[in-house]
């Protein structure tokens, strides 16, 4: 914890919308799903404060690109999933391309 | 479509206001019991792995309360807030109330009717054609020791009206 768990989170904030429309890509999941996939996917290096993710998860349902029903989960407890529509399925198309740009931008310079 | 079902998300958090509240509390309780049944899995014991999850969760309060900003009944709501609370004012001070609006009703009735008056007096043209083109003629005699102003007689006036070249009409007032 601590500071550099605090500068990885900042760091990581912008791209949480990104990774969470790529995680939800391969079907529709509940948050804590969510938090373990993103743990799974990502070696553990990508931690977020587990709570943050539900604001950014609200914020992308009202933005229309995520929409949410209860159902009940392996266990039998009720539980919110979250499915991609077609307008996050185009907006994880865009912020993919414009972080692929970013990153090969950003490499070409370090690499100079 | 979207902003639709946007719109009734919003409608339904405002009408609905607890079960929204409830819904996020529900989501986030779910999220923490699972995360502490795994702590548990791992050999922790009940008490710590829920001390465990919730560290990792961050603040709840806060996390309701900024999930509640994005599905909650955002301005509407806070304005209906406000709205009630100003009513509750203006019952506790009745006097003062009476004051107030007594105060505004005749501020907004004197501002109308000054309104009104300068309206029709300066600012509404006047009903003819083209007024921008208006003058007006008096006929001036100059004795030696002062001025007479008289109207034009209507002789005059029907002279110029058949002249036509002078001024395009003539009207009398």
Redesign the interface.
């Known amino acids: 914890m601590g500071r550099s768990a605090k500068t990885n989170s900042d760091q990581l904030h912008g791209t949480l919308d990104m990774l969470v429309l790529k995680i939800l890509q391969a079907g529709a999941s ?3 799903a969510i ?1 373990v996939r993103l743990g799974q996917l990502s070696r553990d290096v990508l931690q977020v ?4 993710l ?2 950014a998860l ?2 992308m ?2 933005r ?1 690109w995520l929409s949410a029903e209860w159902a009940v989960t392996h266990s039998g ?4 999933f979250y499915k991609l529509t077609r ?1 996050g399925r185009a907006q994880l198309a865009a912020e993919t391309a414009s972080w692929q740009r970013l990153t090969a931008a950003v490499a070409h310079v370090l690499s100079s | 479509m979207r902003v639709a079902r946007l719109v009734l998300a919003r409608l339904r958090a405002l009408l609905r206001r607890d079960a929204v509240a409830g819904e996020i509390r529900e989501e986030l309780e779910f999220h923490l019991d699972m995360r502490a049944e795994q702590y548990r899995q791992t050999g922790l014991c009940a008490a710590e792995a829920r001390q465990a999850a919730a560290r990792r969760f961050g603040s709840v309060a806060l996390i309701q309360d900024r999930g509640y900003d994005v599905r909650g009944g955002g301005v509407v709501e806070t304005i209906l807030q406000d709205a009630r609370y100003g009513m509750r004012l203006l019952g506790q001070h009745p006097g003062a109330s009476l004051v107030a609006i007594l105060a505004l009703a005749c501020g907004v009735g004197l501002s109308t009717a000054l309104f009104s008056l300068v309206e029709a007096i300066v600012l509404r043209a006047l009903p003819y054609p083209n007024p921008e083109q208006l003058v007006s003629v008096t006929i001036e005699a100059r004795p030696p020791d002062h001025i007479d102003r008289t109207a034009p007689s209507m002789s005059d006036v029907r002279r110029w009206r058949e002249l036509g070249r002078i001024v395009s009409h003539v009207g009398t007032g």
């Open positions: 509940h948050g804590y938090t404060e587990e709570g943050s539900y604001p609200y914020r349902e009202a229309g407890r009720r539980a919110r307008v």
